[in-house]
């Protein structure tokens, strides 16, 4: 059975009066046609007006001539409003004249005097009222010149159609305006969604850059130890040095792919309000003993002190990936059995990270890789600085950074120094 679908329903006559209203009538729907029948429509109810009603003679074929031709050019009156009021006030003008009905052409001249004032500006609109009504009161004056009583109807009659066609203009643009703020609204929202997007993609590709670097980084140093201890006196193979370094391997492997595994799930959200939602918790500075742990694994003497507590979650993340990063440079630039210090401090306002090792910094004729630069934008993007470079003062490498927080209270020194084992 085919599905059957319920047709929107019709707007009422009141919304489409309203929508006419409000619409711009230089770009409506369908203008000459409607326009041209509004001037069928208006002609007859001037032929109307001439055959019953007694305000002048009866018109006569020159008449009804004029009649038609000061009604025809009100089927172009949006395209052209001032050139329709000028085709349409000459018959008129001569009709008057001639003392022919002089109710029958009064719908003529005020709808176009009305699109005159909607179409154009305020001034327009006046210049062109005042050249109409010193029109108007010259014929009378000539033709009627005791008609007190219809010099002052002709002029309240244009004074108010052309005030309402002003009125109609400036609610036309009140209404524009308001839905041009709403449309803006919606693509300054839209912007706004892209853009959170945007840096949650590029929050994901540095996650991924520090995790697939430090796993494998690590998952490397400990095959070569398992390698050494296999390939370096066979005759009396250490099984349980070789067990403990696969042991290693293998938990460092599940340990990047559970990371992993929740990091690609905010790649794979297609929905842009899903992406917050899919967020994996952010690391923080709870997380630091584990990095000093698996950089113990890969054979560095780690000594661990942190003085903070508190700290807003991005700071605190800025810090567990720039740790992150330094460790993985340090194991694998730093040569055999390096020694670092992490030292993460809390102070007035800015929490100071500082990462230092004795090692021999990373080789200048090697291949350059985004460690440093993915540090530096990790630090900038909270809104603090990062130097990394050769110790003046010994040998090896130096990272320091200092990102900005909130009054953060102090904590009791948690000093963990690891060495290497076995």
């Known amino acids: 059975m085919q599905a059957t679908t319920e047709a929107a329903p019709r707007p009422r006559v009141g919304e489409r009066i309203i929508a006419v209203i409000n619409r711009d009538p230089s770009t409506a729907p369908h203008r000459t046609r409607n326009d041209t029948v509004l001037a069928a429509v208006l002609?007859?109810?001037?032929?109307?007006?001439?055959?019953?009603?007694?305000?002048?003679?009866?018109?006569?074929?020159?008449?009804?001539?004029?009649?038609l031709a000061g009604y025809a050019p009100l089927a172009g009156r949006r395209h052209r409003p001032l050139l329709t009021l000028c085709l349409v006030?000459?018959?008129?003008?001569?009709?008057?004249?001639?003392?022919?009905?002089?109710?029958?052409p009064l719908p003529a001249t005020m709808v176009a005097l009305y699109t005159v004032a909607t179409t154009g500006t305020v001034r327009r609109a006046l210049i062109t009222g005042s050249a109409v009504i010193g029109l108007g009161l010259t014929m009378n004056a000539f033709t009627n010149p005791e008609g007190m009583v219809e010099l002052l109807r002709i002029t309240g009659w244009v004074v108010a159609v052309l005030f309402c066609g002003i009125d109609v203009r400036v609610y036309r643009q009140y209404v524009a305006a308001i839905v041009e703020r709403a449309e803006r609204a919606e693509r300054t929202r839209e912007e706004e969604a892209r853009r959170r997007v945007a840096e949650e993609r590029l929050r994901v590709a540095r996650d991924l850059h520090d995790l697939l670097a430090h796993s494998i980084t690590l998952i490397g140093v400990q095959t070569s130890v398992a390698a050494h201890v296999l390939t370096a006196d066979p005759e009396r193979l250490d099984r349980a040095a070789v067990a403990q370094a696969l042991d290693d391997i293998a938990e460092t492997c599940r340990s990047a792919r559970g990371e992993l595994r929740t990091t690609l799930e905010v790649l794979r959200a297609q929905d842009t309000a899903a992406v917050p939602a899919a967020r994996s918790p952010l690391p923080d500075l709870s997380g630091l003993p584990d990095l000093a742990e698996s950089a113990r694994l890969a054979g560095a003497a780690v000594d661990l002190s942190v003085r903070a507590a508190a700290v807003p979650p991005a700071v605190g993340a800025a810090v567990y990936r720039i740790t992150q990063e330094a460790l993985t440079n340090v194991v694998r630039h730093a040569g055999p059995k390096p020694s670092v210090r992490v030292e993460v401090h809390a102070g007035s306002g800015a929490l100071r990270l500082s990462v230092t090792d004795d090692g021999t910094g990373p080789d200048p004729a090697g291949t350059p890789g985004f460690g440093l630069v993915g540090m530096r934008e990790r630090a900038r993007s909270v809104g603090g600085t990062l130097d990394a470079g050769p110790r003046e003062d010994a040998d090896g490498f130096e990272v320091t950074a200092v990102l900005p927080t909130p009054a953060t209270p102090l904590m009791t020194t948690t000093t963990i120094t690891s060495e290497r084992t076995g």
């Open 43 to 67: 002609l007859v109810g001037a032929v109307c007006l001439a055959l019953f009603t007694d305000d002048g003679s009866r018109p006569d074929a020159a008449g009804w001539t004029l009649l």
């Open 89 to 104: 006030a000459v018959p008129i003008g001569a009709l008057h004249a001639l003392d022919y009905n002089h109710s029958a």
